[in-house]
């Protein structure tokens, strides 16, 4: 990521709004070929409960009230597949990129390249990780990434086909240092008002803040990320 079609944007204390709307700022540069790539980071300050913009996941007024007393927002977007809540001890990275029209994509292959990543990231740090999904862990995937058998990343992808470029978008949600009953409280609450069994377990996903005596700082966490993306 080193010409001037390369982007890194970082945010260490933003709204998800904010960063979902930076997010759509960037993909419509990379449509448009003002950008070739770009790598975003963020994180943030609010506890933010986000829904995927659909019939089955609804922001009931019992909901938001309960989510309201413990200080909670809800957001939605119009990706994802289910409950995602958002703090401070999550970094979100987003790596958006241009794929030739013409070429096929394998989602598959897009997600072993993109955890491939990050496992550099997390070796990095002393930490193995493999991919898998995880019983009773929130917006649970094929392409979570675990320690243990417990989740510490979630990823989701997207492909966008426009005219003349295809944009590959691929996200992880990685755990750093959260209180895991209080990450899984509100997804709980919004699966109890929305009609849905599924109950989601504390003890199915762990941190970073778990795995090692220091976590490391925010700028540190973040150049590590960097650094992975630029040499792989």
Known sequence: MTTSKNRIIQFKNTSVERAFEKEAELIKKVQTGDLNQ????????????????????????????????????????RTGGAP?????????LTHMYVWDADRHYA?????????????HFFNALGLTTENHATPHSYCDGDYNMNINGQKIVGTAQRVITGKERKVILAQACI?????????????????????????????AHTCIADQLETVPAIDTLYRGLIQAFVQN
């Open 107 to 119: 989602i598959q292959e897009g997600y072993s390249r993109f955890c491939g990543t990050l496992e």
């Open 84 to 92: 995602v809540p958002q703090v401070q001890g999550v970094i979100n």
């Open 38 to 77: 770009c790598l975003l980071l963020w994180r943030t300050t609010t506890p933010t409960l986000v829904l995927p913009a659909s019939q089955k996941w609804k922001a009931t007024p019992e909901l938001t009230a309960q989510l309201d007393l413990h200080n909670w927002h809800i957001v939605s977007r």
């Open 175 to 203: 755990l750093v240092d959260v209180s895991l009953e209080q990450l899984v409280h509100p997804v709980n609450l919004c699966n109890q008002f929305n009609q849905m069994n599924d109950r989601i377990k504390a003890d």
